[in-house]
């Protein structure tokens, strides 16, 4: 075991791999692809540069937070512990870190910045976080939204175009992912019934 001393102490422990949960409605898709096999061979050479986050559940097991992709691939390679770096966070807390964690990821599909966007939108807003916390650096007072946007690198309103994408049924937001359908029209298609969309995509 390793400890690395700052503000806050950061422990890394090996943990075995039985004892990690996949974080619950993770919104970031694990595929076995050419970026996957690039991660393995990585691991296979390397080693894991990077330990994966995790939170302790009340029942003795851990909740990735972040490393879901890192686990994937231990385990495509038959290792049985992965070096973790374990921090006490609320479920509000662990949904902010697990998506800031992933939107810096290259190719995230729009259907994953949709679910990530809205997972941390309703984690600010079950936190109790008012709606006019004042940013000194942007002057101006910040919705729940506005907050999220000063913290990525898209828009207030470019963020709620894509949580709009979690209305839409699912066959339709595959098309999204596929390329099949813009952003732009699928965002109005997500304002409809979902009677109305099943409706169109069968046409």
């Not at 390397?46 to 385990?75: D, K, M, W």
């Not at 038959?78 to 939107?103: C, F, H």
């Not at 109790?128 to 000063?150: C, F, M, N, P």
Request: charged share 25%; glycine share 4%.
């Amino acid at each position: 075991m390793t400890e690395t001393k700052s503000r806050e102490k950061i422990t890394v422990i090996d943990l075995p791999v039985t004892a990690l949960r996949s974080f619950e409605e993770h919104p970031y898709k694990v595929v076995d692809n050419e970026e996957m096999a690039s991660l393995v061979d990585s691991i296979y050479n390397q080693g894991i540069l990077t330990p994966i986050t995790v939170r302790p559940l009340s029942n003795g097991e851990y909740e990735i937070v972040s490393g879901h992709r890192r686990l994937f691939a231990c385990q495509k390679l038959g290792i049985t512990a992965i070096p973790a770096i374990v921090k006490e966070l609320s479920r509000e807390e662990a949904i902010i870190a697990m998506v800031d964690a992933n939107l810096h990821r290259d190719h995230i599909l729009p259907s994953e910045k949709a679910f990530a966007y809205k997972m941390k939108l309703d984690a600010i807003k079950r936190q109790g976080e008012r709606t006019d916390l004042t940013s000194a650096q942007l002057g101006q007072r910040l919705t729940s939204v506005e907050k999220i946007a000063a913290e990525s690198d898209e828009s207030k309103t470019q963020i709620q175009r894509y949580i709009s994408l979690t209305r839409l049924i699912p066959e339709l937001l595959q098309m999204v992912d596929d390329g099949k359908i813009a952003l732009t029209p699928a965002v109005e298609l997500s304002k409809l019934h979902w009677q109305t969309q099943q409706l169109i995509y069968e046409i």
